[in-house]
């Protein structure tokens, strides 16, 4: 056990000021009371708080991604900032982790959180879900849904998703309804669930989400539902407003065009206005400038059109909560920072005096901005060891039978690892054993030797056995990321979903009888099976250590040394880490330390290259360490489209939004080639492109589920994270970008998808980038489809 008895590093100017504030704070603010009953409605283009015109300046935060104890913290720096409203999701799957147990209690305790909201003198905007998207596990969705072998979610095909989507609205509204506005609360507007038309086009189904949050008690304040200037069409609903989310730098007059033609009468409403954006595990950390932000929240404010900031503060997904994009597939990194105004430990950031120095100009009548509560305190905490260790091949909790491999879900488990063993006969020749469906990465050992590691991100799926004279014994330790929380890909069970085949002759067998042992994530399980000792280990293992702190204080624990897994201080789940960055540390919030001895825990599924870690006072979010190259090109590859024909070429005209183009008749192939051969703009040898779809027989879009970039001629991945996958994650404000940092390099630029399997194709549809800047909209064009692979 090592005793950490170094002093602390403490800022002793910043803990007074605390202080101070604290005693002050307690002075300025009255205990919350119920205020008299208000009313908030839709005027002509303009919302009425109370019967006067009102422009809603939000700020977005989750109340799961910051320490209860933070919370107002939080909230202070957000009414500092120039916001008059907080808006927030319910994020069902904390709320219900089990059928019907419900938690609102302590850090799931939503109402206080919105009082606290109100006692700060702040109005509340409310999106229950049942689905929320927000990077978080299965979009809020709780994973037991998976349970039920042929879910469906956010549809009305299944009976159970809608009942189990309505007990927990009228659960949510026990905790919210009276706090309407009309009730003499702060709630002045509730959403019906989130971007659906990102994922469906179905009336009833929003129809139903709308009925439900009414009669589960939000029957008084306003309703909205929120989409996208593209998409806000493909579905009416009636008495609910209309509100648009988009991203930083957007040309505002563009985005409302549509809408203002529709909805004439409608107030105007940016529900989301993207301060930065989210990182996932592998991909360089994404920022987004001040600039480019705070030009078009002017262009916002300048036209009295409300907004809410998504995020003001991001925070952290603590624990399993971090969610995943797909496809590609894709898991979100633990820290929720997503270069917001307030960073993730509650920082003030240059964005921050940005947004206040804008909105300082636009306050309403009898509005005064606040000071900044003083920041909350950081410490050091030195480099030590943590020497006492527990492999878990040598701590395995008891094992379960199954003839067939099974996901997760089926054994009760909801996140976490999941080891499934088995013994593999004796064999004179190399066999290889493939796995179908591997969620999300696994470490394979033959007689406890590691011999692969696969990762879904890469779509690896096969495994090389030696021969051998004697059976032998296949472990294969699977580790689950986040699950998908955005687009068609989100019934995403984890652990091996369908099966484990080996090679029997020229084809292939399915591996059956299996022994599976569970690795859920709760402090509690850690502690239930393992006996820690000194000794040195190598490969998956759980290491703890303690140490000693005489002050308490926020801190970023340094884990770039560590593997793949997860740590716990005194028992709180901090999140996952993973070596290939872009986050190195973790956030440690003060409140969750203590003066005297504290314990960590980490649990490295890989290996760590020193079992050490340090209490650090900034953050480290954008060190990648990436295990393959981020490029879709090798050195020296060149594709040859010289023997090929293209299916369809002419040129693109300059205006913003999606292009269709039709073919003259249908091609059928796999293999995709776009190739931009000049940009709108004369000499600009950039290509950019947000999104491309394909159009089968029936007029609609291809699933991009299967798709795989194989070779972008150049992507720019070092000053932003433009990679050629961005063109099929589905996401508008995301784009492709060849390399506009360093050497620029020209026309003609390509891109190739593998589909995946044979399609045909009856056009397709060009997305230019939605942001103020036209670089690399592209004008002229080819495009190629084949059955075989393109030739380099
Ligand atoms: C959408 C969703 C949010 C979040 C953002 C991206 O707007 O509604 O929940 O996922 O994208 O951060
Ligand atoms: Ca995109």
Redesign the pocket.
């Known amino acids: 056990m090592t005793l950490n008895k170094h002093a602390l590093y403490i800022n002793a100017r910043l803990f007074i000021f605390t202080i101070l504030f604290a005693v002050l704070a307690m002075h300025v603010h009255a205990p919350a009371r119920a205020q008299s009953p208000g009313t908030f409605t839709l005027g002509n283009k303009e919302f009425l708080l109370n019967g006067k015109p009102f422009v809603i300046r939000a700020a977005e935060l989750h109340y799961p991604r910051i320490p209860k104890e933070y919370w107002e913290h939080r909230i202070q720096l957000c009414k500092a900032m120039g916001m008059n409203t907080v808006c927030i999701?319910l994020f069902w799957n904390i709320h219900e982790q089990k059928p019907d147990v419900y938690d609102f209690s302590g850090q799931n305790d939503v109402a206080e959180f919105v009082r606290l909201v109100q006692k700060n003198g702040m109005y509340c905007i409310v999106r229950p879900g049942p689905y929320?998207?927000?990077?978080w596990d299965m979009g809020g969705l709780p994973w037991w849904l998976l349970k039920k072998k042929d879910i469906a979610v956010r549809s009305m095909e299944d009976p159970y998703f809608i009942t189990r989507t309505q007990k927990f609205l009228k659960e949510a509204a026990k905790q919210l309804a009276p706090l309407q506005i009309q009730n003499g609360g702060n709630i002045i507007m509730v959403q019906v669930e989130?971007?659906y038309a990102t994922f469906g086009s179905d009336g009833r189904y929003m129809e139903t989400i709308r009925n439900s949050v009414r009669s589960a008690g939000f029957d008084k304040a306003q309703l909205f539902r929120?989409d996208w200037s593209s998409n806000f069409n493909k579905y009416q609903l009636d008495g609910v407003a209309t509100t648009l989310?988009f991203g930083a730098g957007s040309n505002i007059d563009n985005q409302f065009k549509k809408f203002q033609e529709i909805y004439p009468t409608a107030p105007l409403m940016c529900s989301?206005y993207?301060t930065g954006?989210?990182d996932h595990w592998g991909k360089p950390h994404e920022t987004r400038s001040v600039n480019t932000f705070i030009g078009s929240l002017k262009d916002m404010m300048d036209r009295k059109i409300s907004f809410s900031l998504?995020m003001a503060h991001g925070g952290t997904s603590f624990g399993q909560w971090g969610g995943a994009n797909a496809p590609p597939y894709s898991a979100m990194a633990t820290s929720y920072d997503y270069n917001a105004p307030v960073g993730e430990q509650g920082n003030i950031t240059e964005k921050f005096f940005a947004v206040r120095d804008l909105l300082k100009n636009y306050l309403q009548e009898g509005e005064i901005l606040p000071d900044p509560p003083a920041e909350k305190r950081v410490i050091t905490i030195p480099e030590f060891e943590l020497n006492e260790s527990a492999p878990l091949f040598e701590n395995l909790p008891p094992g379960k039978r199954t003839e067939t491999i099974r996901p997760m879900e089926d054994f009760d488990q909801g996140w976490g690892r999941i080891l499934y063993r088995t013994t593999i006969a004796a064999s004179a020749a190399k066999r290889k054993i493939v796995i179908t469906e591997l969620h999300d990465w696994a470490s394979v050992f033959i007689d406890g030797k590691p011999i692969a590691k696969l990762d879904r991100r890469r779509g690896d799926n096969t495994v090389e056995i030696p021969a051998s004279q004697t059976k032998l014994r296949l472990d294969i330790l699977v580790e689950a990321t986040g699950r998908v929380?955005?687009g068609k890909a989100i019934i995403d069970r984890k652990g091996i979903t369908e099966k484990v085949e080996i090679t029997e002759g020229s084809g292939l067998k399915e591996i059956k009888d299996w022994t599976v042992y569970n690795f859920p994530v709760d402090y509690n399980f850690q502690n239930k099976y393992t006996r820690f000792s000194s000794r040195q280990v190598t490969g998956p293992a759980w290491y703890r250590g303690k140490f000693i702190l005489r002050e308490t204080g926020d801190t970023f624990l340094d884990v770039s040394t560590w593997g793949k897994g997860m740590v716990w201080v005194n028992g709180h789940n901090l999140g996952r880490f993973w070596k290939i960055g872009p986050q190195q540390t973790l956030f440690v919030p003060g409140v969750w330390l203590k003066k005297g001895e504290n314990e960590l825990l980490i649990l490295d599924v890989d290996q760590p290259s020193s079992a050490k870690v340090a209490g650090l006072a900034k953050p480290i979010l954008d060190k990648i360490n990436p295990d393959a190259s981020l490029l879709s090109r090798f050195i020296g590859q060149n594709l040859d489209l010289s023997n090929e024909v293209p299916v369809s070429k002419g040129e693109f005209g300059p205006e913003e939004g999606w292009k269709t183009i039709k073919f003259d008749k249908a091609h059928t192939g796999r293999f995709f080639c776009f190739e931009a051969l000049s940009a709108q703009q004369a000499n600009d040898p950039l290509t950019t492109v947000a999104e491309l779809e394909l159009i089968g027989d029936d007029g609609n879009n291809l699933a991009p589920l299967k798709w795989k970039v194989v070779y972008a001629d150049s992507e720019e991945v070092t000053a932003s994270n433009s990679s050629a996958d961005k063109v099929f994650d589905t996401q508008e404000s995301t784009f492709w970008q060849s390399q506009s940092s360093g050497a620029k390099p020209s026309h003609p630029h390509h891109l190739l998808i593998d589909l995946g399997e044979v399609v045909s194709v009856s056009g397709f549809r060009y997305l230019p980038r939605s942001d103020k800047k036209t670089g690399g909209m592209v004008k002229g064009y080819r495009i190629y489809l084949k059955n075989a692979a393109f030739k380099f």
């Open positions: 999701y929320v998207c927000a990077e989130n971007e929120c989310n989301e993207w954006w989210f998504y929380n955005y």
